[in-house]
């Protein structure tokens, strides 16, 4: 197991966050994925998130909370994975928004999720921020070097052409199977890279 897994409790837990930002997918297929595995989820949703969702997806908030082992609300600051002392394996953010990770570079948190993600740098837990924005100016780049020197893996969804996916569905699980394999949960999802072969082999 990676960084923060000799912590964890016996059953692996993950935080899993879902800021405001475009692709709420990601996080959805993140729970569905932890839930097949047998990883508890704790999730917490923001309120923008709740927006976003409602504006660009075919599923609700409801429908994740159901998905997730227990759901938080953005308010509940005194809620179990506010503390260092509540045992996981780290926190996905997915997809954050520059508004969370601005958040989390300055450790000036304002909810629940920037908080959970706070305690995970502090704990020196995995921290994955897949960030969704674009094009960057240079106040998004600074934030994303704060938070990688202080211990974060910021992770762009990015779509992988080399694994010839078949359509949006087996981008998504690409990119989930790359980040679940930063805390060493091998989901099958992704396209192994096993070199170029040449025609003349």
């Not at 475009?22 to 097949?36: H, M």
């Not at 740098?121 to 600074?142: A, D, Q, Y």
């Not at 087996?170 to 070199?195: A, I, Q």
């Amino acid at each position: 197991m990676s960084a923060g897994a000799a912590a964890a409790p016996d059953r692996p837990r993950i935080v899993v966050g879902i800021s405001g930002a475009s692709g709420a997918v990601y996080g959805k297929r993140v729970l569905e994925v932890l839930r097949d595995m047998g990883v508890e989820t704790h999730l917490v949703m923001s309120q923008a998130a709740r927006i976003t969702i409602a504006a660009e997806a075919d599923f609700t908030p409801a429908d994740l909370e159901g998905l997730a082992s227990v759901t938080h609300s953005n308010k509940d600051i005194g809620a179990s994975c506010a503390s260092g002392s509540f045992r996981t394996l780290g926190m996905i953010v997915a997809p954050c928004s520059v508004k969370s990770l601005s958040e989390i570079a300055c450790g000036m948190t304002t909810g629940l999720l920037t908080r959970a993600a706070d305690v995970t740098l502090k704990e020196r837990r995995r921290l994955v921020l897949m960030l969704r924005e674009t094009p960057f100016h240079l106040g998004h780049i600074r934030s994303m070097a704060a938070v990688t020197e202080m211990g974060a893996i910021v992770y762009p969804p990015v779509p992988a052409f080399y694994a010839k996916p078949a359509g949006l569905a087996e981008m998504v699980d690409h990119t989930v199977g790359r980040v679940l394999d930063l805390f060493d949960l091998d989901t099958g999802l992704s396209h192994r890279w096993t070199g170029l072969r040449h025609r003349d082999d």
